[in-house]
């Protein structure tokens, strides 16, 4: 009798830790997902892409935003969502790879729902090749495999993502906090301590990202580009819209790009326009190329009493900024730069 009893004991532990994890991570999700705030957390950093190919999938977006931490902290659904009238997703994250990329322009094309994804550019500089994923990423989460076939039992991965993993674990209690902090009538724009997206660059942040950016090159490698020409393949006969574009990093750090790596820039600027040309020439669903790495209203901004009205640091506009690039892109037609 004694003998069984610990294994016994042991064994009811064990599944009633799982089923707290479960019963935790099923509430804050629908929290998360429901909360008028709650689109917000996706621009939080953090378990981002543990959860995001399922939170992808629960909220059936028709536009959906694919790149690095610009994206993530450029586009938030609770702004875009009633300014467009639709639902968008922003599957951002931080230093996201080229074949990341790759690969979850692949997931949201793959989704019925989705007309229209916008890719930020940066993610195929460097040279990160097929394969190459920060640990968190799971390609059993996403719609299809690398090759564009239904990934096998995918349902079951979803569910472990969504109510057994230590990833949504995280994310679920960063967002729940998060919210928690969001005071009745407050959004993420009302608290730039708690979602950074929203907070204002200084010219003590200007100066320092000066310097930690200073040997930066924006450059694409051989491999990445492989991964580049990957996702137009994908994009070929897709029935949604995909829009990629180089992102408006400030001039400031521009002009650190040309004389970190001149050719690399010039290159890298060419080398985009000639696959998205030759994808374009034998495709039926045509990608369009927008360049906002160049001068324009929002990359020559200047401060204004000692904090920048768009940008978070030099390569990271705040939210408000991506509607002004929504509008530049043909998909919000009113207004201008907002600079709230």
Not at 4 to 11: G, I, N, S
Not at 40 to 57: D, I, N, Y
């Amino acid at each position: 009798m004694e003998k069984t009893r610990y294994p016994v004991w042991f064994l009811g532990t064990v599944l009633a830790a799982i089923a707290a994890l479960a019963a935790f991570n099923a509430w804050a999700e629908h929290f998360i997902l429901t909360h008028p705030a709650g689109g917000s957390v996706q621009t939080l950093s953090g378990f981002e892409r543990a959860v995001k190919p399922a939170w992808l999938e629960a909220t059936r977006p028709e536009l959906v935003f694919v790149g690095s931490s610009r994206v993530r902290d450029a586009f938030d659904p609770v702004l875009i969502d009633p300014a467009l009238k639709i639902r968008s997703f922003n599957y951002g994250a931080s230093s996201m790879s080229p074949y990341e990329a790759r690969r979850l322009v692949q997931d949201a094309l793959a989704h019925p729902s989705v007309k229209t994804v916008v890719v930020s550019l940066d993610a195929f500089t460097g040279n990160g090749g097929a394969g190459e994923a920060l640990p968190s990423f799971d390609e059993t989460r996403l719609a299809v495999t690398p090759a564009g076939d239904p990934t096998p039992r995918r349902g079951l991965w979803l569910f472990t993502t969504r109510y057994l993993s230590g990833g949504a674990l995280g994310m679920n209690a960063l967002g729940i906090y998060a919210l928690a902090r969001l005071k009745p009538g407050e959004t993420a724009a009302d608290r730039p301590d708690i979602f950074n997206a929203y907070s204002h660059m200084t010219e003590a942040v200007m100066r320092r990202d000066l310097a930690y950016r200073r040997a930066r090159s924006m450059s694409m490698g051989p491999r990445a580009r492989g991964e580049l020409v990957a996702m137009l393949a994908a994009a070929c006969r897709a029935s949604a819209r995909l829009i990629v574009y180089f992102p408006p990093d400030h001039t400031a750090i521009v002009r650190q790009y040309r004389q970190s790596d001149a050719a690399g820039f010039t290159a890298f600027k060419k080398n985009v326009a000639a696959e998205v040309a030759r994808a374009n020439a034998s495709c039926p669903a045509q990608t369009e190329l927008l360049d906002f790495m160049q001068p324009n209203a929002l990359t020559t901004e200047t401060m204004v009493k000692g904090s920048s009205p768009d940008y978070v640091d030099l390569v990271h506009i705040r939210p408000p900024a991506g509607l002004w690039l929504l509008r530049q892109m043909g998909l919000l037609r009113q207004g201008s730069v907002t600079g709230n």
